[in-house]
C-alpha cells in the first residue's frame, strides 16, 4: 500500500514547492506533508481526516475545532503514532505555537458571535419550578408529562425539545390543575379525605422512622394512624407532632398484637409534620409467648411447604427470613368538624387587588391578569395581549361563571400561551445583525441557568429599570442568586447530568450479587455526590477538586461502605480522605455505579466517561463494521481486564480502546457499586496502565494525579459542558473564542467555581444573541471533511 | 330487533349491570335509523397496531423451518399457539435505513427511527433531528375525524435519563417510533394512570353533561386565543424559531379537534366509557405493567377512541434486567453475546417473555366479539424489531410478524420472500387495508404481495 501512496505523495510535495510559499504553506503545509499526509490525505482519509486540503489559513480556522484536536494530539505525542517518524520538539512546537497564534490573532480581532438561542421550551424540571415560584401550588405538574429528549447530555436544549399533541394535553390539564389548586371559588370546609404516606420499602431495609409534612386543608379533627410492618421483635412505637411526641404505644408485628397507634387530634390548617420512631424493647412476657408463638407457626408453615416442594426449599427459606420490622405508612383522615379554611397563600398571588372573595370589579380583575401574565411571560405584557385577555374575560363571564372561575380561564390561558411555556427572544431577523439581549431576556438566561425557574421579583424590578445588565449590578444579582438556596437546581439538574448522577436513580445492580445495595445505599451515594457539588457552589471551591479533591460528605452508611472509620451517625458531615485511596468525584460510588453494569463493571464506560466528561476528548465513533467482535466464538475468561486484553488485540479496536481502557482498568479495584476490591474472579487486580502518549500509572491515585495534571483539558472540559447548559444550545466553533476566554479567567482566579460562573455570565454568547441560525448557516455552507 | 327512535346508550347500560364488562356493539345501541349507522353497522373499522421489542432477537428460536402452512412454533413464538392460525410469520423483511450507510454507529437509534418511517435519521445529538413521518401517522391523520384520538403512543420505559444515547444520535431517536413529522416524535405514554385519563377524561365532570359541555366551550376559547397568540408570536421570529412554534399551533389544532370531537360524541351520547378501575399508576413488575397497558390499549381499540396505536415494550437499547424471568443481566449487553449461547439464550428467555405478554394481549382480541367478527378480525398487530441478531446489529432478515387482520389477508403462514424486500412494503399494504392508500413510505418499493395469496 505504501508503494501507492509514495509517489503521490512525491508529486504533490513537488506541485507544493512549484507553488509560493505563504506563512501557512511554510509553518503548517510543510509539516503536513512531512509528518501526517502519509495516512491524513484525500484519498486515504484516515479517520475521516484529509489534512492535506487545508491550504490557507481561512480553511484552517473554518474547521477550527478539527485543527485544535491536531494540536492537542500532536503535542501530545499521540500523532504521529507509534512506529512512524516523529517530528522533533522543535518542529511541533514552531508548528503548533504557529496555529494557535492564528487562531488567536482570530479571537481578538474576528467580529464575536453570540450564536442564536432557538425558542425554547421549558422542560419538566422548569415547568414545574416556575409554577411553583408563580404561584406556590403544591404539587409537582410536569410529573405526568412525557419525558424531555435530551440533546448534548443535557434536557434543557431548545432545539431538541418539542411538543407533541399529547404533551399539548397535558399542559391544558395541567393549567387546570393549577389553576383550580390555585384559586378557589368557595370557601366551604372540605369533606374528610384520606391522605396517606406509605413510601416503597426496600427488601430488608432498616428503616425505623418515618417523617412528612402534611398540608391540611382546613382545620378540624384528624384520625392519625402510624403503622409498622415486617416480623420480629417488639417496639415501642413513638409518634411526633411538629416536633413534640403526641403518643407511644407497645407494638409487634405478630398476628394477634397491635401493629398501629391511633388517635384523634384537633389540628390547625396548613403544614404539620408528623413523625413515627420505632425504638426496640424488651418483650414483656406477654409479648414474649406471642411473638414465639408466631414463630413458631411459622416454621411449622415453612417446614410443610418444604415438605410439599422440596426442590424449592432455598426459595422457601429466604421467603421466610422476612422482614426486619420497619416503619411503613402515616395516615391522616380528615377533617371532620371541620372549620371554613382561610383563602390559600396562592389566592393572593393572583388577586393582588386584596379583595375577599367574589368582591372583585372589573378594574382589579384587570390589573390582576395583567400582573400575573407579567410575572408568567416574564416581560412586559403588551396592549393587544391584555385586550385579548380581557375578551376571553368578558365571554367566560357572559356564560355565568363567577369572578374567581372566570379568573381561573384567565390564569389557564396564560399558562398555556406560548409566550409562558416558550423563552423567545425577539431577535432582529437580519441574521448577521449581533445585539445586546435585553434586560428581561437577560433575567430569564440568568433565572434559568442558575434557578431553574423564572427570574423573581428583584430581577424584574432591575430588568425595567434597566440596571440588569450593568456589571456590577449583575455580578451582585449573580452572587445573591448562588447564594439563594434555589441554585440547588444547579446541583440537580447540571451536575445530576453531567455526572450521569440522575440514573442512580434506574440502575439496577443484581441483587444477588449485591445484597448490599439498598434504597438507603443508594440515597446516600446521591447525597454524598449532591453535597459534595453544592459545596462546591456554596463555598467556591476550586474546580480542580471534582478531580482529586481530598474530602468529602459521609454518613455511618455511606463510611461503613467505604471503610473509613470513625464516622458515627446518619447526618452527613464533611470527612478527610486523607489515608484513602479515594479522592474528588471519580471513586464516588454513585459515579462508579452508573458506570458499570448490573452485574459486573465496565472499563470501557468509566474510561469513556473520563474522556467524554473530563478530559474532554470523547472517543471517535466506532469505524464501520466493528460489533462483530471475536466471531471465532467461545466465551471469554479471566478477569475483566483479562477480557478486555483480547478485544484491544484486534488492531481496528485497539485505536480507541488504548485511549479508553487504560483509565476504566485504573479503576478496577471499584468494584459495580463503587466498593474497593482487591480480586476479581478470584484473580488479584492489575490496575496499572498506560497511556497512549507512553505515560505510565499504578491505580487509580496515579491515574488520578496524571488527570489532574491536565488541569487546563479539564478546565476546558467542564466550562464547555456548562457554557451548554447555561445556553440551551450545543457549542459551534465561534464560541471558542469565549471559551477561551472564560477558561482563562479561571486560571487567574485558582479555578475557582464563581470565576467560571461569572466567567459564562460575562460571555459574548451568554450577554448577546444573533438573528435567526438558518440563513447564517446556510452562507457558512457544508463543514469541509 | 326492533327499531325505534330511541337508542340505549352505553353508558345506561352499564349503570343496569354496574359490573365492569366488555361491550360489544350491540345493533340496540346504535342510533336508529340514521344514515351513519347504516355505514357504521355494515362497515366495522379496521385498526393497525404496531409492537416494538428492542435490541433484535434470537433469530435461532424466531425463524420457523418449514414455509407455508404447517410450520412448528419455534420457542420464541410458542406463546402465539393459540392464534396460529391468525398470523402471517415473515422471513426477508428488511429496513435498509437501519444501515449505517456512512453514518459509523448507532444501529440502535437508526433501527428505532427507520423502523416504521422507512427514512434514514439524520445523524445529530442535538439540534436538527430528522427522520421521516411514520406509518401509523400516516394512517392517524386521516382518521383523525372519525377517532376522538387520531393514535394512541404507549410505552414501558421512560426515556428520561442523563447522558448521550447512541453514539451521536439524539435522544429522540430512541425513545420513539411513532413520528408526527419529520421533526417532531410522539414519545410514549408509559404511565398507566395517564393513559386511562387521556381515554376517559380525569372524571371531574364525569356527572355533568351541562358542566362538561361549559368546559368543552371553555377550552375552544382558551385554544382559539392560544392559536392566535402563537401565529402572532411567529410572525415576528426568523424561520427556525417560527417552526418550534409551527409545532406548538399544530400541536393545539390537534387537541382543539378533539376537544370539538369529544363535544360531539357527549352530545351523541358515544363517549367512551371505562370498563375497568383507574390506575394508582406504574406498576413494579414488568408483567404487570405490560398487561396493564394492553389492556388499556384494547378497551381503547373497542371503545373506537382510537384505531391507531404503537406500543414500545421497551426502548431501543433498552438495558434493563428481568430478574422475575432469572435473567438480571442488562438486556443490551446479553445482546451483545458474542456467539456465546449461553447468552444467547438468556436473549431468547427476554425475547419469550415479551412474546407471552404479546400473546395474551391478542388471544384477548381473539375472544373479543366487535361488529360481526373478533376484534383480532379487524385489528392488523405489527410485532418486531429494528434489529435482527443483536450481536451482528443486522438490518435484514427482521424479526417481523403480523397477527390479526384477518379478514383483508391469508393469515396462518410462514411466508419466505425470496429476496430482501422493505418492510415499508408491508405498511404500505396495511394503509390500503385502513382505507388510507399510500403511494410511498420511505423506501418502500410498491405492495408486499405475499399477503393475499397462499403461496
Not at chain 2, 385489528?379 to 438490518?395: E, L, Q, R
Request: glycine share 6%; net charge negative; hydrophobic share 35%.
Amino acid at each position: 500500500m505504501l508503494r501507492n501512496i509514495l509517489p503521490a505523495i512525491a508529486l504533490l510535495s513537488l506541485a507544493q514547492t512549484a507553488l509560493a510559499q505563504t506563512p501557512f504553506d511554510q509553518n503548517v503545509g510543510a509539516f503536513v506533508q512531512k509528518n501526517c499526509a502519509m495516512c491524513h490525505n484525500e484519498q486515504l482519509k484516515t479517520a475521516g481526516l484529509a489534512l492535506t486540503k487545508y491550504r490557507d489559513t481561512a480553511a484552517m480556522i473554518h474547521d477550527r475545532d478539527i485543527w485544535e484536536k491536531v494540536v492537542t494530539r500532536v503535542r501530545a505525542g499521540e500523532m504521529p503514532p507509534k512506529g512512524l517518524p516523529k517530528p522533533s520538539a522543535e518542529q511541533i512546537a514552531a508548528t503548533t505555537n504557529w496555529i494557535e497564534a492564528q487562531f488567536d490573532h482570530y479571537d481578538a480581532t474576528a467580529k464575536p458571535d453570540p450564536g442564536h438561542l432557538t425558542a425554547h421550551r421549558l422542560n419538566r424540571t422548569e415547568y414545574n419550578n416556575t409554577i411553583h415560584d408563580l404561584l406556590g401550588v403544591h404539587f409537582e405538574p410536569a410529573a405526568d408529562f412525557p419525558a424531555d429528549d435530551s440533546g448534548f447530555g443535557f434536557d434543557n436544549i431548545g432545539d431538541a425539545l418539542s411538543v407533541s399533541p399529547t404533551l399539548m394535553e397535558k399542559y391544558l390539564a395541567a393549567a387546570k390543575k393549577i389553576a383550580t389548586e390555585a384559586i378557589p371559588i368557595a370557601l366551604v370546609p372540605p369533606k374528610p379525605t384520606q391522605f396517606k404516606f406509605a413510601p416503597e420499602h426496600g427488601v430488608r431495609e432498616d428503616r425505623p422512622t418515618l417523617e412528612h409534612t402534611f398540608l391540611l386543608p382546613a382545620e378540624g379533627d384528624y384520625d392519625i394512624k402510624a403503622g409498622a410492618n415486617g416480623k420480629r421483635d417488639p417496639f415501642t412505637l413513638t409518634l411526633f407532632l411538629d416536633g413534640k411526641e403526641v403518643k407511644s404505644q407497645n407494638i409487634t408485628v405478630v398476628p394477634d398484637k397491635p401493629r398501629t397507634i391511633e388517635l384523634r387530634l384537633h389540628l390547625a390548617y396548613g403544614p404539620h409534620t408528623l413523625r413515627s420512631v420505632l425504638t426496640p424493647h424488651d418483650p414483656s412476657d406477654d409479648e414474649y409467648e406471642a411473638i414465639n408463638r408466631a414463630r413458631i407457626a411459622d416454621a411449622e408453615g415453612m417446614a410443610k411447604q418444604i415438605l410439599r416442594h422440596p426442590e424449592d426449599e432455598k426459595q422457601i427459606r429466604l421467603q421466610h427470613v422476612g422482614e426486619p420490622t420497619y416503619a411503613d405508612s402515616i395516615e391522616l383522615r380528615g377533617p371532620f368538624n371541620a372549620l371554613t379554611p382561610p383563602l390559600p397563600p396562592t389566592y393572593a398571588k393572583v388577586f393582588i387587588c386584596g379583595h375577599p372573595l367574589g368582591q372583585h370589579n372589573a378594574q382589579c380583575m384587570r390589573t390582576d391578569l395583567a400582573h400575573f401574565a407579567r410575572l408568567a411571560y416574564r416581560r412586559p405584557v403588551t396592549n393587544v395581549e391584555l385586550a385579548k385577555m380581557d375578551r376571553l374575560m368578558l365571554s367566560v363571564e357572559k356564560s355565568g361563571l363567577t369572578q374567581e372561575q372566570a379568573m381561573r380561564v384567565g390564569v389557564e390561558a396564560i399558562l398555556v400561551s406560548p409566550n409562558f411555556i416558550y423563552r423567545i427572544e425577539h431577535d432582529k431577523r437580519d441574521p448577521s445583525a449581533v445585539h445586546e439581549v435585553d434586560d428581561f431576556e437577560l433575567a430569564s438566561r440568568l433565572s434559568y441557568f442558575l434557578w431553574s425557574s423564572m427570574p423573581d421579583e428583584t430581577l424584574m424590578t432591575l430588568a425595567s429599570d434597566h440596571q440588569l445588565s450593568k456589571p456590577d449590578v449583575l455580578n451582585a444579582q449573580v452572587k445573591r442568586m448562588l447564594e439563594d438556596p434555589k441554585s440547588v437546581a444547579l446541583v440537580d439538574n447540571f451536575a445530576g447530568q453531567w455526572l450521569e448522577l440522575r440514573n442512580l436513580d434506574s440502575v439496577h445492580p443484581d441483587p444477588d450479587q449485591f445484597p448490599q445495595f439498598t434504597k438507603s445505599l443508594r440515597q446516600a451515594m446521591y447525597t454524598e455526590t449532591h453535597m459534595f457539588v453544592t459545596a462546591m457552589i456554596q463555598e467556591d471551591h476550586s474546580i480542580l477538586d471534582f478531580l482529586d479533591g481530598k474530602y468529602t460528605y459521609l454518613n455511618e452508611k455511606l463510611a461503613d461502605f467505604y471503610g473509613i472509620p470513625g464516622v458515627k451517625g446518619p447526618e452527613f458531615r464533611r470527612v478527610s480522605l486523607d489515608g484513602t485511596q479515594r479522592s474528588g468525584v471519580l471513586t464516588q460510588a454513585s459515579v462508579l455505579t452508573v458506570t458499570s453494569y448490573p452485574t459486573r463493571t465496565s472499563p470501557v464506560l468509566r474510561g469513556k466517561w473520563i474522556l467524554e466528561n473530563v478530559l474532554n476528548t470523547p472517543p471517535p465513533p466506532p469505524p464501520p463494521g466493528v460489533g462483530s467482535i471475536d466471531e471465532k466464538g467461545g466465551a471469554l475468561r479471566g478477569t475483566m481486564r483479562q477480557q478486555m486484553e483480547k478485544h484491544r488485540a484486534n488492531p481496528i479496536c485497539a485505536g480507541c480502546h488504548t485511549k479508553m481502557d487504560p483509565l476504566g482498568f485504573a479503576l478496577e479495584n471499584y468494584d459495580a457499586i463503587g466498593r474497593w476490591r482487591t480480586q476479581d474472579a478470584n484473580q488479584n487486580i492489575d490496575s496499572s496502565g498506560v497511556l497512549p502518549n507512553g505515560q505510565k500509572f499504578q491505580g487509580s491515585a496515579e491515574m488520578k494525579a496524571i488527570l489532574a495534571s491536565r488541569k487546563d483539558a479539564f478546565a476546558e472540559c467542564l466550562t464547555e459542558k456548562l457554557m451548554i447548559y447555561a445556553l440551551g444550545r450545543g457549542l459551534e466553533g465561534f464560541d471558542r473564542t469565549a471559551t477561551k476566554k472564560i477558561v482563562a479567567r479561571l486560571k487567574q482566579n485558582d479555578y475557582r467555581f464563581s470565576a467560571l460562573i461569572s466567567g459564562i455570565v460575562d460571555s459574548v454568547p451568554f450577554q448577546m444573541g444573533r438573528g435567526d441560525a438558518a440563513p447564517y448557516l446556510a452562507k457558512l455552507g457544508a463543514p469541509a471533511k | 330487533m326492533i327499531l325505534t327512535r330511541k337508542h340505549v346508550s352505553r353508558r345506561s347500560l352499564l349503570r343496569g349491570m354496574g359490573a365492569a364488562l366488555a361491550l360489544p356493539m350491540l345493533d340496540a345501541m346504535v342510533p336508529a335509523l340514521s344514515a351513519a349507522a347504516a355505514v357504521t353497522r355494515k362497515a366495522t373499522p379496521n385498526r393497525m397496531v404496531f409492537c416494538y421489542v428492542p435490541n433484535g432477537i434470537d433469530m435461532r428460536n424466531w425463524r420457523p423451518e418449514a414455509v407455508g402452512r404447517d410450520y412448528v412454533l419455534p420457542k420464541i413464538l410458542q406463546p402465539l399457539a393459540p392464534i396460529q392460525d391468525n398470523l402471517l410469520v415473515f422471513s426477508g423483511l428488511k429496513d435498509h435505513n437501519g444501515e449505517a450507510l456512512g453514518d459509523g454507529p448507532g444501529d440502535h437509534a437508526r433501527a428505532a427511527a427507520s423502523f416504521l418511517t422507512g427514512v434514514h435519521p439524520r445523524k445529530t445529538s442535538g439540534s436538527d433531528i430528522s427522520v421521516g413521518i411514520s406509518v401509523d401517522q400516516v394512517a392517524a391523520q386521516k382518521m383523525a375525524s372519525q377517532t376522538r384520538l387520531a393514535s394512541l403512543e404507549l410505552g414501558i420505559e421512560d426515556g428520561h435519563l442523563a447522558g448521550n444515547c447512541d453514539s451521536g444520535y439524539a435522544c429522540a431517536y430512541v425513545n420513539s417510533i411513532s413520528w408526527r413529522s419529520p421533526t417532531v416524535p410522539n414519545p410514549p405514554e408509559v404511565n398507566p394512570r395517564s393513559v386511562f385519563e387521556l381515554l376517559f377524561g380525569s372524571g371531574e365532570d364525569a356527572g355533568d353533561p351541562a358542566a362538561r359541555a361549559r368546559n368543552n366551550k371553555i377550552d375552544q376559547s382558551i385554544l382559539d386565543l392560544v392559536s392566535d397568540d402563537t401565529r402572532t408570536l411567529a410572525r415576528d421570529l426568523g424561520p427556525t424559531d417560527r417552526r418550534k412554534l409551527d409545532e406548538y399551533l399544530s400541536a393545539v389544532r390537534e387537541v382543539e379537534r378533539q376537544v370539538q370531537m369529544a363535544e360531539k360524541q357527549a352530545a351523541e351520547n358515544t363517549l367512551a366509557v371505562p370498563t375497568m378501575e383507574k390506575p394508582d399508576g406504574i406498576p413494579l413488575e414488568y408483567g404487570e405493567h405490560a398487561q396493564l397497558m394492553f389492556n388499556l390499549l384494547t378497551l381503547a381499540l373497542q371503545t373506537d377512541t382510537t384505531r391507531v396505536s404503537t406500543f414500545m415494550l421497551a426502548r431501543e437499547g433498552s438495558n434493563r434486567g428481568y430478574r422475575e424471568i432469572g435473567v438480571p443481566e442488562g438486556h443490551h449487553g446479553l445482546s451483545h453475546h458474542r456467539n456465546d449461547p449461553v447468552l444467547m439464550d438468556k436473549v431468547a428467555a427476554i425475547n419469550r417473555y415479551h412474546m407471552e405478554q404479546f400473546a395474551s394481549f391478542v388471544t384477548k382480541l381473539k375472544n373479543t366479539p366487535d361488529g360481526d367478527g373478533t376484534l383480532l378480525d379487524h385489528t392488523m398487530i405489527v410485532y418486531g424489531s429494528g434489529i435482527s441478531d443483536g450481536n451482528k446489529h443486522n438490518h435484514d432478515d427482521l424479526p417481523v410478524l403480523l397477527a390479526g387482520g384477518g379478514r383483508n389477508f391469508k393469515t396462518g403462514r410462514h411466508v419466505k420472500l425470496n429476496e430482501s424486500i422493505p418492510v415499508a412494503n408491508l405498511y404500505l399494504s396495511m394503509l390500503d387495508a385502513m382505507n388510507v392508500p399510500t403511494q410511498s413510505l420511505g423506501d418502500s418499493q410498491g405492495r408486499l404481495n405475499y399477503l393475499t395469496e397462499i403461496s
